[in-house]
């Protein structure tokens, strides 16, 4: 799929496929940022990292992942 394909994905997708897609990815996003910290408590609490350490590790173990940045662990 093209980056211009999914810019305008919208025009050849109907509201409600949209809408369903949406339903079915939301709880597994919802979740995925609800781990962040968990992972982070983790990290400092119980492995005893530093905060640097942490946000480093946490950062660099779903580097692939598209949009996952620094931002998202703060």
């Known amino acids: 799929m093209s ?3 999914n810019m305008n994905e919208y025009e ?4 409600e496929d949209l809408s369903q897609e949406f339903m079915e990815l939301y709880p597994a ?4 940022f609800k781990l962040i ?5 983790r990290l400092t ?3 005893e990292m530093t905060h640097k350490e ?4 946490i ?11 620094e931002r998202n662990i703060r």
């Open 3 to 5: 980056s211009e394909y």
């Open 29 to 32: 996003a919802a979740r995925a």
């Open 45 to 47: 609490l119980v492995e």
């Open 12 to 15: 050849h997708r109907t509201y």
């Open 59 to 69: 950062y660099k173990d779903p580097h692939q992942l598209s949009g996952f940045t």
């Open 37 to 41: 910290p968990m992972m982070y408590n």
């Open 54 to 57: 942490a946000v480093e590790k």
